[in-house]
């Protein structure tokens, strides 16, 4: 069957991802004789769609998983999707309030029994859309954060922290998001630099007429301070020990007091307290006894305490209230500054630091209980890739905050506490059923009904589903002892991003160690940001971000992973640059057209020992390939395996060896030279199966007809054999002398049908002996013959210190030989000169392996050969 001219990847993709799944490639089970590769993803909110950094990360997992599985294990990749409170419940409220529905007008179950609907209806789209990218995922897998299961194994967990002691309910200062009207952790909050105004501010001494100036970028909140603190060490305002200040426009009454805590440069040394507004102002607040004042409802609008402005929104009072200070000689001055301001990960709105009564994990305590959640990551058991990340671990760790686990939202596992409605004061009971809760309620306060019992309003923050996953995936809360939890669990590789390092991966570890007593996975790959060229983080509001699924349509799944693998050094931000999908396709085509090229030949029975050397550098260069691609992939270096592929497909196979081998104009070529073509073309699209899988899945079936199940998704991952380099250097050396003649003929303007000779002075026999064919045949050579002289009126060129000459009679001349032999010397000398400086370097010879000083000493060798053999050739000259 004649092979189509131009390759179609969206025929081709529809069809082998089909098939793929059809014949259940993708599924995995425990087996006993295999060894399990498994990867969990990093599950994308049911929220979401396709954009670049999910195609990263994905491609990167399917690269992963397709060369575990070629290499004979298991492999299983469980997919799924994150139930994502707040965003959800921020499209459910917007899809209610399209249909003229409030959330405020409906019952919980009303909302929720909304939420599922539009869970059904949009949830599964980016696991749809992975497909179309080629993600090899087990989609009968396939799990959601708040499906039964798993819902069981999070209240199940809350439970047993509870009783641990690990979790508590207390007043804390929270950060709270007004839009979504819920508290968020330390790690949902998004720093940002804004432009502010610094406000001076009068406040009144009582009982005299002096004043005191406080610099605050928040004037709106002085209707809660209770306080103005300075440093006990500024002599500028030890008279006013013991006195009290007056909150200007209400008049409150309030404290001066003392406190180191105060920076005596900062502004004016003195610093309004407003503890129910503030982090730090909380912590003054509590060791001074101070009153605090909550102004603020939870939407941002001034409550009634706030005495002024109530009902209206925080920044509409800020306006206000500076507007009204200035006009009663209270705002002495204002100032321009760039200042932090927190903002929610989710709904972008800036976070109130509030007072509020929420549900905790103590997580000091739970790291006296569990210390390898550190150490683990310290010692390499876990590795994080790059390993500079850990660091930033430690260092995350050892200031570690409680996590605030409790949302003021529907969506989401609701926190089994039980109150008694009629006694506040009565602790919560944390029960499995309301049921169960009622019995330990009737120990207490014999009596008690249902009907007096009233569940805890909020929800489970998501991560607390979430860093749950690499276990509740296999059911390990469900049966911890199930065939598929003892199988593939701990999970090898995790891939995600930095910024969740924290979020969820050290939640990970921590939940692997206290519920299973081991790792959750051996090795963490952290990736960068999917920047556009210009360093910029892609975003729809820039408008620099392509939709995944066009650059798909444009150039083909293959030619996008490409793309995307051929910058993305681990833990360095990719700048990508749709010139590389580009690249990719065209990647593709050369493979296509390599492939058509070889189909073309007819074939004659017998062989050729002429292109034996040819084949033989070929192989041995796949040899080598391959053991520097297991290098790369065992350092997690992805770009860089890709590239070694895509040079030894592109440089070595498509450009060099077919042109070595090809027949003459019309001419057949021997059945064993094709055959030994066919078997290195099959074991490139084997190493290419984990980048291109579509492609080379295609032309894999293009070669021979095949059983259903030999296909190149499963088919063995190819062996290095034993490397014999003279092999290498003699060919590449062949190639040098190829392509040196070629400039000669194109500098000379001398046609490849003027036959021209070749003379070489070197000490390598095998050169001539095993490649002279080649280079007789590539650079239209009519002879080859050795020589002990330089040779007058020919172009010279040196590779590692042979010398080549071609005669060329008259048409050379000197002067223009000359100023090539000096660039020649010049670049030599200063590549010896970086050779030497690296070799010089301690550090350097001290770090690196013994190979590498081995090759850095032959390049150092090679040059000075070269460069006595230029100096040698100008003084002939």
Known sequence: MEIKKTYSPKEVENKWYSYWMNNGFFAAKPNPDREPYTVVIPPPNVTGVLHMGHMLNNTIQDVLVRKARMEGKEACWVPGTDHASIATEAKVVAMLREKGIKKSDLSRDEFLKYAWEWKE????????????????????????????????????VFIKLYRDGLIYRGYRMVNWDPQGKTALSDEEVIHKEVNSKLYFLKYPIDGSEDYITVATTRPETILGDTAVCVNPNDQRYQHLKGKKAIVPLIGRKIPVIMDEYVDMEFGTGCLKVTPAHDVNDYALGQKHGLEVIDIMNDDGTFSAKAQLYVGEDRFKVRKLISKELEEKSFLLKTEDIKNSVGYSERTDAVIEPRLSLQWFVDMKKFLEKKPEVLSSVMNDEIQLIPSKFKNTYRHWMENIKDWCISRQLWWGQRIPAYYLINNPSAEPVVALSEQEALEQFQKNYPGTKASDLKQDEDVLDTWFSSWLWPISVFDGFKDPQNKDINYFYPTNDLVTAPEILFFWVARMIMAGYMFRGEIPFKKVYLTGIVRDKQGRKMSKSLGNSPDPLDLIEEYGADGVRVGMLLSSPAGNDLLFDEKLCLQG?????????????????????GSNPENAPAIEWMETKLTASLTELEDNFSKYRLSDALMTVYKLVWDDFCSWYLEMIKPGFEQPIDRDTYNKTISIFERLLKVLHPFMPFISEELWHEIKERSANDCLIVAAWPQSNVLNKKIIENGDLAIEVISNIRNIRNTKQITKNDPLKLLVKTTSEELVKHFGYLIKKLAFIESIESTETAIDGAATFIIRSSEFYVPLGDSIDPEKEKENLLKQLEHKRGFLASVEKKLSNEKFVAGAPAPVIELEKKKKADAEAEIQALEKSLANL
């Open 121 to 156: 209806k949009y949830g599964g789209i980016i696991l749809e859309q992975l497909k179309k990218l080629g993600a090899s995922c087990d989609w009968d897998r396939t799990r959601f954060t708040m499906e039964p299961a798993l819902s069981d194994a999070v209240i199940e």
């Open 585 to 605: 396709r065209n990647f593709s085509n050369k493979i296509w057209n390599a492939f058509r090229l070889i189909k073309g030949w007819d074939i004659k029975e």
